[in-house]
């Protein structure tokens, strides 16, 4: 071969490993900007009572994607919407972390395929193990290990609860300051079995404790909101409700087609969740919760995450989000009310996670009291998780 030849060829070489170190470096990160913003200029003005009063709560927030993302969440970040030290800022005590594995391309709210699938390539960018990019159970299992290895390097600020009584400690441990905080985990989308009922057993083994029945498309177990069928539960749907019962993992309806919902709701004999949604009743959307679905989820003893983005809200910001738990508490009951606020799912929302005193701050605005914005707040999410969570006794 001519040397010409052989140096163009070692200078096209090195010019790939370059592309492929920068996109590996920088790839994620700029992906994640792109996709997890905070928006400008919306923030909600911050009395000083109402921030005295937030630092006395308990907060609560049942649904943040942070462990999809590389980084790590130990250490504060300028990107994304949480890391630890912000979600602790924001006095969240607990917080639910959704473990996402699949993903369509051209993801919107009116019908996806299920046949396309863009976190693979997410994954291979953030060198996850490489079962990962054929597993869907596997990228679970994953997420789930970044949550308890950030747990272990955490020196306490972090715990993972999946037991009452795991709960009843953290509790006791926070109780003598707001330093810390503890996660539950949850898989959104049963397409995270890979078809498999068995992998509930596997996913509640590695300390999942609530599951969604659907995200972007239709799956094995269910209809999705978003997906191009919409149809209700499958056989397979309706025997892993059946077992997710029994081994005390709570049911999440975010996403559900509206007839998977009617007929999950119908077999639950254990309150459910709505992890992060809006109502129709502020904002207009086709995953956005009607007032008979609001009223069926008190009727069960539900509870619902109210979310932060603009489809959820039609707006993007804090008086947005009061205006939608105004709405839901006049109809489903404060008790039945809760922050479900999708920070970092690929939302552009009004605030970071330390800047949840300006939630606060519009609710205490509505005209809700200090006992009802406490329960709202966080003490609903508390409550639910206490009588949902197996005891030590009965967990797998």
Not at 54 to 71: E, K, M, P, Q, S
Not at 347 to 358: H, I, N, Y
């Amino acid at each position: 071969m001519r040397r010409p030849i052989r140096l163009a060829l070692a200078a096209a070489v090195i010019v790939i490993a370059m592309i492929l170190v920068v996109a590996f470096a920088a790839g994620p990160g700029m992906i994640e900007r792109s996709m997890n913003r905070v928006a400008a200029n919306r923030a909600y003005p911050v009395p000083e009572a109402a921030h005295r009063l937030h630092d006395t709560l308990l907060v609560a927030d049942l649904h943040d994607d942070l462990l999809l993302w590389g980084r790590d969440p130990l250490a504060r970040s300028d990107r994304g919407h949480t890391d630890i030290p912000r979600l602790i800022e924001g006095r969240i005590a607990l917080q639910v972390f959704g473990a996402v594995t699949k993903v369509p391309s051209g993801q919107n709210y009116q019908g996806n395929p299920a046949d396309s699938d863009l976190i693979i390539g997410l994954a291979v960018l953030q060198r996850w193990p490489p079962r990962t990019w054929r597993s869907l159970t596997a990228r679970a299992l994953h997420e789930a290990d970044r949550l308890r290895t950030a747990a272990s390097r955490s020196h306490g600020r972090l715990s993972v609860v999946t037991t009452r009584e795991e709960l009843e400690r953290f509790m006791e441990a926070r109780s003598q300051g707001p330093d810390r905080m503890a996660g539950v985990l949850a898989v959104e989308g049963l397409h995270a079995l890979d078809g498999d009922p068995r992998a509930v057993d596997t996913l509640v083994r590695a300390g999942f404790r609530m599951m969604g029945l659907a995200h972007f498309f239709d799956n094995e177990v269910s209809g999705s909101a978003h997906g191009q069928a919409k149809g209700g539960l499958t056989p397979l749907g309706r025997d892993v409700i059946r077992r997710m019962e029994a081994l005390g993992v709570m049911l999440d309806l975010a996403h559900a087609s509206p007839r998977a919902f009617d007929e999950a709701l119908a077999m639950a004999t254990r309150p459910v969740v709505v992890s992060h949604t809006g109502v129709q009743g502020t904002c207009a959307g086709p995953r956005n919760l009607t007032d008979d679905q609001i009223a069926r989820v008190a009727a069960n003893g539900g509870v619902i995450g109210i979310g932060f983005w603009d489809a959820a809200v039609c707006d993007v910001g804090a008086g947005a989000i009061a205006k939608a738990i105004r709405y839901t508490a006049a109809r489903a009951g404060v008790e039945h009310v809760a922050l479900g606020s999708d920070f970092d799912g690929a939302t552009t929302v009004p605030f970071d996670a330390s800047g949840l005193d300006q939630v606060t701050a519009a609710l205490i605005d509505a005209g809700f009291t200090e006992g009802e914005i406490r329960r709202i707040m966080g003490e609903n999410v508390v409550r639910l998780l206490g009588q949902a969570l197996p005891k030590g006794g009965q967990a797998p």
